[in-house]
């Protein structure tokens, strides 16, 4: 947990796919997809990386004329690239612009970032193709960040880092397991005793456990006096009722 960070310095699928980076299995097909994605950067790409700028969420209609209007405030632009498709010539609504100095690149990320241009809230950081090991694009299941909607996030850069995992301590994990056996232990007696009545054998503790000694045995034969002592005050009161009645038929014959 010490060198944990925020944004990833090696990218992996697996783990731009997890809000924490702690995720071991894949848990949606285009994580699958990414990590058996083999993916070679294109080579035809000229320019700096380190002073290359990714920009994002434009909107259909901005044209490299409006980028460069809005990008040139922060420094000199050595070169401007509106991604755009190869068939129908529209624009696949990203673009890289490459600065001259650090300083200016260092400055558009800080201030460019979320700004709103024709309508739209752009999305600008570092180039990430040429300058972080084992990129793999959104295309094929990886980038980064990404919207709830599309329920693909991607974590472990600027728009939506990493969140520090949650660290248990060797204290609560040992807790845990002996409130565990804990609960095994209920349980197998649980079992046993269960065992017993299907059997046909007593379960009472006094009598199963030695430790009980006679106060169990002795509280089971007061349990019992009380019971036949009941017995015999009902079956007394039944006499009673018996005798009442029989003498009261002696008593209406008399008057007959």
Do not use: C
Not at 68 to 96: H, M
Not at 104 to 113: D, G, M, Q, V
Not at 211 to 234: L, M, P, T, V
């Amino acid at each position: 947990m010490n060198d944990w960070n925020p944004i990833a310095s090696v990218y992996n699928p697996l783990k731009a796919g997890s809000i924490d980076g702690t995720d071991q299995e894949p848990h949606d097909r285009a994580v699958w997809r990414a990590m058996f994605a083999r993916y070679k950067p294109n080579k035809g790409v000229v320019g700096d990386p380190l002073l290359t700028l990714y920009v994002a969420r434009l909107n259909p209609q901005t044209t490299e004329e409006r980028l460069q209007e809005v990008f040139s405030k922060y420094g000199q632009i050595n070169r401007l690239r509106l991604v755009r498709d190869i068939v129908t010539g529209f624009s696949k609504r990203y673009a890289f612009i490459e600065y001259k100095e650090e300083r200016s690149i260092t400055r558009a990320r800080r201030e460019a970032n979320k700004l709103v241009v024709d309508q739209n809230e752009l999305f600008v950081d570092f180039e990430q193709e040429r300058t972080l090991k084992g990129w793999i694009p959104r295309r094929l299941g990886g980038g980064q960040g990404g919207k709830k909607e599309s329920g693909q996030l991607r974590f472990g850069g600027k728009d939506r880092p990493f969140r520090k995992p949650i660290s248990l301590g060797m204290g609560q994990f040992q807790d845990w397991s002996g409130g565990a056996r804990e609960w095994d232990r209920g349980s197998k007696e649980r079992d046993d005793r269960h065992t017993q009545r299907e059997r046909g054998q007593s379960t009472r503790p006094h009598e199963r456990d030695p430790e009980w000694g006679n106060r169990g045995a002795r509280d089971e034969r007061d349990r019992g006096r009380e019971k036949d002592s009941y017995r015999e005050k009902y079956r007394n009161s039944d006499r009673e009722r018996e005798d009442r009645r029989s003498s009261d038929k002696h008593r209406h014959r008399d008057r007959r």
